[in-house]
Structure formats: structure tokens, C-alpha cells
């Protein structure tokens, strides 16, 4: 398995220095509920951040709180700051945000149309492209890199929801960045997934990071482990610990973490 | 002992499949008894006994048909009536007398002489005036529906059997055989049934004025039902915030549903009529009073369908950075589409059979005119099957049972375009 260090080819000091996203005392409300405690992380530039923690800890609310999915939640309250470059998302247009970030969920949710017009839907409401010959470009170029170009090049007109789970996955991928978006956000993306297509979307992953922030939510601690270049652990809400993924697989400074990673709570 | 269990498992499995079958052909049972009771009962209805007979023209009617330019070649229905007697004795022979007169007369149908007159009016006003006097042939074969009393007669007697109808005397019933001996009488199809509207003479009532009334009616309730109904699921299921007065709206609509449909009618009847001073008796009307009938039917069928479209189309097309509005015209809505339009057509059935709610706004009349747009009076299908069954002459039930056939075909017509229509949708969506 590829491990993030072969990776971060770039000087890695240099990357961990400029924060893509920055949080600082965001708490979120479902209803009267509270389900995020004065949350404060970072999220650097080109790397993989892996949430993990026990089922309910909040780490998916966390994620949509990123690109402001939990405004189509009824009842649902973001407090506190959360910036991507600077930007308070607060203060951004959520339309606007959301082409900014692309996002893969837990179940793969293709549109029930071709798979040609699954990826060239952003492009078409955003009007990236200025033709169809353009559109055609993007199309292949994000099918290429999300690794799926060989196995649907002669099928492009074909129905999404034909494929396979880890192509429906790794299509949904593609979607995503025909935005050309600047951060990937993933929901755990291999939870429905087999053990081969999981490993195809791992080293996509890997690939990815190169070129974009992603911010992925597991349950799978040998993903976080194997994916990547930090992880922040949460509990009932809150950030117990964050940093890198070595050091808090191999040394947690906190009792609680290392409860989770050794398997006796969660 | 664990082997009589299983084989008292397996008893119980054969028994309870066998009750499935036993209810299913009880269904069928009962619905192929309905089909047979139908459409035997509506048969007759389909074709009519005409008589062929050679109407002479008076000469003066000829005379004014070659020279006049056609107004002044009308007759009036009297003269008519003179010629059909005239062509009447010629075929039967038998005396002159006015009793005898009469009995020739009731043979045929009343309408006869108006028939005739109208037939002669059609004559002048085509191209026959331009024609020399020469090529004028002074008679005429022309063929005429019989009186329902002759009509039961000669059923009968092509039956095999002997029905002592007191409505015909003994002269008259040979007078019937002699015609028919002369190869005069001829069972054709009736397609009056189709191409007129209703009289007060079974040969004469057909449905088309009903048709026409309960297509205008249908069309109208559509295309106010539909639109209003599925914006307004969308808003309900996409867009209202969930809150007391969205919860009271559902439960409205809920309730509506289930309203009797006599109720929507006296609605119609102190809005539409007295408050709006609408058209009585007008599809306009009785559509308006459809659509609200109809209307939490579609509500209730496209908000199941839009509940049913998965969460995750919702989710990547906001992710994708698509509007609300977007999301649900893009995705959302097309994929509820088939149930949205399979809950619009069953409600359309629904409104198609309806009766009541049309009473109340003065559909439930006779109307021996189609109604050429949406503002004249009209009855519909289900009405007009409702006033011929109620008819004492039974002539006019087989009419009834006719129309009960044409309305199921609509009804089917409808299903197998609903089923069509999703057919077509779901093809788009797998592409």
C-alpha cells in the first residue's frame, strides 16, 4: 500500500505551514442538541486529513460544516469561525462555496443518467466550458483522473447506475473535480465498498493529494493510517487530539486516543 | 415427530397458496361476470335495423331543384311526412285510411319525416341543383331507422323467438315480416350511436355530445389539477420549512382527500355558479369541480413520489454547488416523475367516473347538443349512462350498457398511457 510519505515529494515543512482550513470554536446545533464542542483544527494545503473517532463523535457534521451542507438540514446551527484561505464561509455564497469543494459521500450517488452527463452536469450549471468540445475534454480528463477513463471510455453514453459500486464511487470522484475545486472532501467513501475497489480509491487518494486538500472521514483506522499525512481524533463532539499521522498512531499523547486506536473504546 | 412437523409445514404452505388462488379467481370470476353482463346488454346497441324505401319526389320539389338556386327547394316537415307514407303504401300496399296511415307510419322511427326533410334540404344545397332536370331521377332509395318497438320485433323474431309486444298490432307485426320478406330491412351498423347526441328516440341517442362534454371537462381539470398539484408537492416535500403551518397545510390536504365528492359539488355550485356567475351546465364548471376533486389526490400521490427519490441525488446535486430550485428541477423531480404522473392519471379515472359533484352544477340534463367548446352545456359520460339507465325504455339501457363499454375503454385507454408514459421515463433515466 502507498504510504503518504512518497507523496509529499514537496518539503513538507513548507506544506504545514499555510492552513487551507481553519476552524476556531465552532460549535454546531442539531435542534436543542448540541453535537460539536468548540471545535478548532487545521487542515493544511496538498495533504490528506483524516477525521476519525467512534460512530456519532461528530466528525461527519465537522465535514459538512466545510462546505455548508448543514444549512439544508432543518434545524441545524453552525456557531463560530471556520475560513478556507481566509475566507469566512459564514460570509461566502453556499452555491458558490460548494463548486469551490467538491464532495464524495458515503453511499455512491451518481445521477440515474449517462455517465458522461454525471460529470458534465457541474461543468454545464457553472459553464466552465465554452463548447461541447471543451466539455468533452473535461469529461475525459476527470475521468482519467479519478482512474476510471480505461474501463468507460467506450461507454460514456451508457447508464451510471450500471456500474459497479467502486466505479459508481470512483465516477462520483470524477464529478467532483471536473469542478476543479481546490479541496475534496470525503464522507467514508469506502464503507460500501470491497476490499479491491476500497484499495483503488485509496491509491486515488494518494494520487489526488498531489493536486488538491482532502479532508476524509473514516471508520477504518488502517485507512487513516495508510491514506493520511494527519488525522484528528474525535470524541462525543469535541477534538481530543490532531497531528500527524505517525505520531498519533504511534505516540497519542492523549489516554483517550489511544484507548480508540488500540480498539478498547468506540 | 420432527418429520410430521415439517410435513405439517408443508400442508399449511399448500394450503395458504391455495386460498391466493382461490381469491384471485374469485376476482376473475366476478370481473369476466361483469364483462359478460356488459357487454352482452350493449350489443344490441351497436347496430340498428334500417328499411330501404323509394321516396318519390313531389314535382314541384323537382322542379325547384333544377331551376331555383336551392333555398326555395326545402320542404316542410308535412310534405316530408306525405312522401314517407307515400313510399310506405307503395311497399306494404293496403288501404288509404288515416288508421291505416298511422300504423304504416309507427313502423318507423318519428324522427323519419325530419330525417327526410333534412336529407332533402342536404340535396339542394349540394351540387345536385347544378345538375340538369334530365339526370334528376325523380325518386329516391334512402334508407330509414325504424320505431324501437319495430326494432324489438325484429330481434326477436331473427332470435327465434315470439315476444307478444303489445306496442304492435297484429297488422303492423305483418306488415314488418312482409318488408323483411322483400329483403328491404337491413341490420347496419349504428353509428349514429357515435355521431350524434341525445334524443328522446333510442336510434337517434348517441353518445357524442357526452364524450365531448366529459373530454373538455377532462382536459380542464387536467390542466388546472396537474400544475397546481405538483408545485405544490414540490414546495410541501423541497421547500416549506417544516413548521405548525405546513403540518396544518398537510393534514388539509390529507383531509381533502378523502372529502366526498357530492361536497366538491356544492363548492362548485356557490363559487364557481353563484359567487364567479360561471356557465351552467358547462365543462368549463364541471372541469373547475374536477381539478378540485383531483387536485389532493395529485398532491398526495407526487409528495410519496418526491419522498421516494433517495436522499443522495438531494446531496450531490447541492454538493455539486446547484441551486436548491436546481437540484429539484434537475434531479429530483424527473426522477419522481413516473409516480407523479401514474397518481395524476388515476386521479384523472377518477374524475372521469364521477357523477355527483356535476349534479350540483347542472350537468345532470338533457342535452341533445355537443358542445362545440368548454362554455357550452354539456353532460358527460358517466351522466348520460346515469339518465339512459334510468330510461323506461329498454332500448335505451343497451345504450347505457354501450356507454359504460366506451367509458371503460377510456378508462383502459388512460391506465396503458400511464403505464406507457413511465415506460418512456424510466428508458430516459436508464440512457
Not at chain 1, 450500471?162 to 479541496?183: E, K, Y
Not at chain 1, 463532539?237 to 499523547?253: D, H, K, L, Y
Not at chain 2, 352545456?377 to 345504450?399: E, G, K, M, N
Amino acid at each position: 500500500m502507498t504510504t503518504p510519505d512518497k507523496h509529499t515529494d514537496k518539503p513538507a515543512a513548507a506544506k504545514r505551514q499555510r492552513a487551507k482550513i481553519r476552524a476556531r470554536a465552532v460549535n454546531v446545533y442539531y435542534g436543542d442538541k448540541q453535537a460539536l464542542f468548540q471545535v478548532a483544527l487545521e487542515v493544511p494545503h496538498k495533504q490528506v486529513t483524516a477525521l476519525i473517532g467512534p460512530s456519532g463523535c461528530g466528525k461527519s457534521t465537522f465535514l459538512r460544516c466545510i462546505n455548508r451542507m448543514n444549512d439544508v438540514i432543518e434545524g441545524c446551527r453552525v456557531e463560530g469561525e471556520l475560513t478556507i484561505d481566509g475566507e469566512n464561509v459564514a460570509t461566502l455564497d453556499p452555491v458558490a462555496l460548494r463548486a469551490r469543494i467538491g464532495m464524495v459521500f458515503q453511499k455512491p450517488n451518481p445521477f440515474p443518467k449517462s455517465i458522461y452527463d454525471n460529470v458534465a452536469y457541474g461543468v454545464r450549471i457553472h459553464a466552465l466550458a465554452q463548447n461541447r468540445k471543451e466539455t468533452d475534454e473535461i469529461v475525459r480528463q476527470s475521468l482519467a483522473r479519478a482512474g476510471l477513463e480505461q474501463e468507460v471510455a467506450s461507454r460514456l453514453n451508457d447508464s451510471a447506475t450500471a456500474l459497479s459500486g467502486g466505479q459508481q464511487q470512483r465516477l462520483c470522484i470524477a464529478r467532483a473535480i471536473a469542478l476543479q475545486p481546490d479541496i475534496i472532501l470525503m464522507d467514508e467513501p469506502c464503507s460500501s465498498l470491497d476490499p479491491i475497489a476500497t484499495a483503488r480509491i485509496e491509491n486515488l487518494i494518494a494520487e489526488l493529494s498531489q493536486n488538491y486538500t482532502i479532508v476524509i472521514v473514516t471508520h477504518s483506522m488502517q485507512q487513516a493510517a495508510r491514506v493520511s499525512h494527519r488525522t484528528v481524533f474525535f470524541h462525543l463532539g469535541r477534538v481530543v487530539e490532531s497531528g500527524e499521522t505517525t505520531q498519533i498512531f504511534t505516540t497519542p499523547r492523549r489516554k483517550q486516543t489511544e484507548r480508540y486506536i488500540t480498539g478498547r473504546i468506540g | 415427530m420432527k418429520e410430521s412437523r415439517l410435513r405439517r409445514r408443508y400442508r399449511a404452505e399448500r394450503r395458504y397458496r391455495f386460498y391466493g388462488k382461490a381469491a384471485i379467481a374469485f376476482a376473475v370470476c366476478f370481473l369476466f361476470f361483469f364483462f359478460v353482463a356488459i357487454v352482452s346488454r350493449a350489443l344490441p346497441a351497436f347496430s340498428q335495423h334500417e328499411v330501404l324505401l323509394r321516396v318519390a319526389l313531389p314535382d314541384n320539389l323537382l322542379k325547384n331543384l333544377s331551376t331555383a338556386e336551392g333555398e326555395d327547394a326545402n320542404i316542410s316537415e308535412g310534405a316530408a311526412r306525405r312522401m314517407l307514407d307515400a313510399a310506405l303504401a307503395q311497399e306494404l300496399g293496403g288501404g288509404g285510411s288515416a288508421h291505416e296511415r298511422r300504423a304504416r307510419r309507427a313502423l318507423l322511427t318519428p324522427l323519419a319525416a325530419l330525417d327526410l326533410k333534412r336529407r332533402v334540404e342536404n340535396l339542394s344545397a349540394s351540387s345536385v341543383s347544378s345538375l340538369s332536370p334530365s339526370l334528376l331521377l325523380p325518386s329516391w332509395s334512402l334508407s330509414f331507422a325504424l320505431s324501437s318497438s319495430s326494432e324489438r320485433f325484429l330481434r326477436a323474431q331473427s332470435g327465434g323467438e315470439q315476444v307478444a309486444d303489445p306496442a304492435l298490432s297484429d297488422m303492423q307485426r305483418d306488415m314488418l315480416t312482409a318488408l323483411d320478406a322483400k329483403g328491404l330491412v337491413a341490420k347496419r351498423f349504428n353509428l349514429a350511436f357515435f355521431t350524434r347526441s341525445d334524443s328522446r328516440v333510442p336510434s337517434a341517442a348517441g353518445i357524442r355530445g357526452a364524450l365531448l362534454g366529459s373530454l373538455w371537462a377532462l382536459l380542464i381539470a387536467f390542466l388546472l389539477a396537474f400544475p397546481l398539484g405538483v408545485l405544490t408537492a414540490v414546495h410541501l416535500e423541497e421547500f416549506a420549512p417544516r413548521n405548525r403551518l405546513s403540518a396544518l397545510i398537510e393534514v388539509a390536504i390529507y383531509n381533502l382527500a378523502a372529502v366526498p365528492s357530492i361536497v366538491f359539488g356544492l363548492l362548485g355550485l356557490v363559487v364557481f355558479l353563484n359567487w364567479w356567475q360561471l356557465p351552467r351546465s358547462a365543462p368549463l364548471t364541471g372541469g373547475m369541480v374536477l381539478a378540485l376533486m383531483t387536485l389532493p389526490i395529485v398532491v398526495v400521490t407526487a409528495r410519496s413520489a418526491l419522498k421516494a427519490v433517495p436522499e443522495g441525488i438531494r446531496n450531490a446535486g447541492l454538493a455539486l454547488g446547484a441551486s436548491h430550485s436546481q437540484t429539484v428541477l434537475h434531479h429530483v423531480l424527473p426522477q419522481a416523475m413516473p409516480g407523479i404522473l401514474t397518481g395524476a392519471i388515476i386521479g384523472m379515472a377518477r374524475a372521469l367516473g364521477e357523477t355527483a359533484p356535476l349534479l350540483m352544477i347542472g350537468m345532470v340534463a338533457f342535452i341533445a347538443q355537443a358542445p362545440a367548446t368548454p362554455l357550452d352545456p354539456a353532460t358527460t359520460l358517466p351522466v348520460q349512462i346515469f339518465l339512459w339507465a334510468d330510461h323506461p325504455d329498454p332500448a335505451f339501457s343497451s345504450r347505457a350498457a354501450a356507454a359504460i363499454l366506451v367509458m371503460l375503454c377510456f378508462l383502459v385507454a388512460m391506465n396503458a398511457a400511464a403505464v406507457l408514459l413511465r415506460q418512456a421515463f424510466e428508458r430516459k433515466r436508464q440512457r
